[in-house]
């Protein structure tokens, strides 16, 4: 008896505006599964021209394995434009989106759209994929154009939106936040109404990205959290504790909602004892405050701030600690916490948005949120336990590394979305959900 014959290869084009392997956050997520994907698919990528000497360093061969489309003649006054704007170096990101999202993003889809047209008329693509950007403000005309010509348009991992976490106003306003005040107002856009409506599978980031998508469409939202682990890049393992002072590390920009200023002030009876010690990765506004900060309280030399650090070079620093100290109040998607746990480092992170839809009480401490006082008070208490007991972190270490290779390698989640394809082509029974995407032991339902 013959074995049946394997699925052809999906031939797909995959929208990666922003997608770099040299950069870091969204364009790294936008290249490292638009790369995957390369391997379970016949994909061809579309990314802007900004990224074309990075995917030639890579290896692609430009026309066959991508195109970079120049849309500089928009693109580079409106990112001088947002820049302006944003009124101050890392903050102002829900102006910085908005102003890109609604200016330079509709011109590159437009010339998207003239140099692929006659292609996706000719059938010569199974799927279309929009990968970035990843904010759901940011509308695409793509979509219903795939409709009207029956190609299957994926949209996602969408992610944004989280809200403000209540008694953080000061940091809102210090984050040059105001815009998001009105962000709400996005949702009655009639672009974004057409994209969604278009759309065959809306993939979403978040619980918060998820619940935004109207109800009508629900059924065809999947659950997926939009980062992954590439193996290759975290192959160093830390060492469990053998004794005091552990380690902790808190990598990220150094801006208020990050909350480096609060993880110094919950961990200074803790630094000053020696039983702490801990390293900044990192920059941003706050630098010479966190300095100012640490040389006040008499911690120089329990605090080391390292500057900013290749990615490439995180692991090198990962490797040395036993936690990840990362108090963030407003994290969309929280990468840095899938990467402690895939280099054996346990993390403590606040129970809200991102970080906490990817780690649960079986490999991290989550602290409440609450307010500022509130937050500082029950992360140093979670740190007194885990001093008082330093044992205790090498089972977590050991779950959350085996979480990261079960569920968000780049390979695994490619193979899931090529699942998804699959299903857009011929739609039966709900869409493939994630199989992490219930997230064991948070009582939250996929949604599919």
């Not at 009655?188 to 969604?196: G, W």
């Not at 959290?225 to 002072?245: M, Q, V, Y």
């Not at 020696?274 to 900044?280: A, E, F, M, N, S």
Request: proline residues 8%.
């Amino acid at each position: 008896m013959t074995s049946p014959p394997a699925p052809r290869r999906l031939r797909v084009l995959v929208i990666a505006e922003a997608a770099n392997p040299e950069w870091v956050s969204v364009p790294l997520v936008g290249w490292s599964l638009a790369a995957a994907l390369r391997e379970k698919a016949d994909v061809h990528i579309v990314t802007q021209l900004r990224n074309r000497g990075a995917f030639l360093r890579a290896g692609l061969v430009e026309g066959q394995d991508f195109t970079a489309i120049d849309s500089e003649a928009v693109a580079r006054p409106v990112y001088r434009l947002a820049e302006r704007l944003r009124l101050g170096e890392g903050r102002g990101w829900t102006i910085h989106t908005a102003i890109i999202s609604r200016m330079a993003y509709p011109y590159f889809e437009r010339l998207v759209w003239r140099q692929f047209r006659d292609r996706l008329k000719a059938r010569a693509f199974d799927i279309v994929h929009r990968i970035t950007p990843l904010t759901p403000t940011a509308n695409s005309s793509l979509a219903p154009r795939c409709a009207r010509l029956g190609v299957p348009f994926i949209l996602g991992p969408l992610n944004g939106g989280v809200p403000w976490p209540p008694g953080f106003e000061r940091e809102r306003w210090r984050e040059r936040e105001m815009l998001s005040y009105l962000r709400a107002f996005y949702r009655f856009s009639p672009a974004r109404i057409r994209m969604l409506s278009a759309s065959r599978v809306i993939i979403a980031g978040s619980r918060a990205t998820a619940a935004e998508i109207p109800a009508r469409h629900r059924n065809k939202v999947v659950h997926m959290p939009e980062n992954g682990i590439d193996p290759a890049r975290f192959r160093r393992i830390a060492s469990p504790p053998t004794g005091l002072p552990l380690r902790g590390v808190f990598i990220g920009r150094l801006v208020p909602y990050k909350g480096p200023d609060m993880l110094i002030e919950a961990a200074r009876p803790f630094l000053r004892d020696g039983r702490l010690v801990l390293d900044i990765v990192g920059s941003g506004p706050m630098k010479a405050a966190l300095r100012r900060q640490t040389s006040e309280a008499g911690l120089d030399g329990a605090v080391r701030f390292h500057g900013w650090v290749a990615h490439d070079q995180v692991q090198d620093v990962l490797a040395q600690a036993h936690l990840l100290t990362f108090p963030s109040i407003r994290e969309f998607g929280g990468g840095v916490v899938l990467e402690a746990m895939a280099t054996g480092v346990v993390p403590v992170i606040c129970d809200y948005a991102g970080p906490a839809e990817l780690a649960d009480e079986t490999c991290c401490f989550k602290v409440p949120m609450g307010d500022r006082a509130s937050v500082i008070a029950a992360f140093r208490a979670t740190l007194g336990r885990i001093l008082d007991d330093p044992d205790c972190l090498a089972p977590l270490a050991r779950n959350g590394l085996q979480k990261v290779t079960r569920h968000y390698t780049w390979e695994r989640k490619a193979q899931q979305i090529v699942n998804i394809y699959r299903w857009a082509l011929n739609p039966q029974g709900p869409i493939p959900a994630h199989p992490y995407g219930a997230h064991e032991g948070s009582g939250a339902p996929a949604l599919t």
